[in-house]
């Protein structure tokens, strides 16, 4: 926290603080109050944790969010608050250590089969060949960690490409594997990719 708040103060120092009231600037600005910095634990599982995401990815949403690309009234206000700040904000982020990840709370920890094989039937890849099946390592630069995000969250983005609220994936790829999924298949993904839990926390029902 106090770090995130340092390099923010740098950040505005350098590039100066948009239009908005300087009380207002100070709640958006209040990165941790939502994202917490790991080593830092989140206090709710409500927002995503961006704690090793690959910086190109963080820094491409914080555009996303300025340019009207993600829809999101209060990361919106954030990011055009952060201005050209937000590539200090991003590399904290990025650098900041991923959390160890277990796969909690299902009986079966086993991937759908979307995850791993994909629906090649229907033009999906298999989720893996971008979103790595390992959440220590990345496939992709651009491609976001998924395991460990709350599951409401994962499910709103997938329905927010498909009926395209977000347009920030590079080439309309997620925007068209995520047309190409059924309800019942969201709800799926959303919920396997959540039930990996920070190894410190209490299963949920094994
Ligand atoms: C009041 C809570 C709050 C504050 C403060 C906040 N955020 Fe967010 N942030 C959110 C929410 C909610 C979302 C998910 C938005 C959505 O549903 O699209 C989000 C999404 C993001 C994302 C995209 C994450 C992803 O996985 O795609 C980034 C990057 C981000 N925030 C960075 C920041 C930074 C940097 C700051 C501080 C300058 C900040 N946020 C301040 C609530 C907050
Ligand atoms: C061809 C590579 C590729 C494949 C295959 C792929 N994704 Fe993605 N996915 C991406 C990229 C790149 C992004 C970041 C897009 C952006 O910047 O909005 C992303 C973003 C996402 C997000 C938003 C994450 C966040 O933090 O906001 C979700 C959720 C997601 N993908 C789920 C899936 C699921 C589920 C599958 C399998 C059905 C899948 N993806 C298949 C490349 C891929």
């Known amino acids: 926290m106090t770090v995130a708040r340092t390099i923010l103060a740098l950040a505005l120092t350098a590039f100066g603080p948009t239009a908005l009231s300087a009380q207002s600037t100070d709640i958006l600005l209040n990165c941790s109050a939502c994202h917490a910095v790991a080593p830092e634990r989140p206090t ?5 944790d961006l704690n090793g995401q690959p910086i ?28 050209q700040g937000d590539g200090a904000m991003a590399r904290l982020y990025a650098d900041a250590p991923r959390p160890v990840l277990e ?12 995850v791993t094989q994909g ?9 893996a060949s971008c979103h790595s099946l390992d959440p220590d390592t990345d496939r992709a630069r651009t491609a976001p960690r998924l395991h460990g995000q709350p599951e409401a969250y994962l499910a709103d983005q997938l329905r927010a490409y ?7 994936d590079p080439m309309g790829r997620m925007r068209a594997y995520s047309a190409r999924l ?10 396997y990719y959540a039930s990996w839990r920070p190894e410190t926390e209490e299963a949920k029902n094994d």
Request: aromatic content about 6%; some cysteine; proline content about 7%.
């Open 44 to 48: 709710t599982q409500v927002f995503p």
């Open 56 to 83: 190109r990815y963080l820094e491409r949403q914080l555009e996303a969010f300025r340019e009207g690309d993600r829809r999101h009234r209060q990361m919106e206000l954030t990011a055009l608050a952060l201005g």
């Open 103 to 114: 796969p909690k709370g299902m009986n079966d920890d086993t991937p759908p089969a979307l």
């Open 119 to 127: 629906d090649w039937s229907r033009g999906l890849a298999p989720c």
């Open 162 to 168: 498909a009926d395209g609220r977000r347009t920030s």
């Open 182 to 191: 059924d309800t019942a298949e969201i709800s799926d993904l959303a919920a």
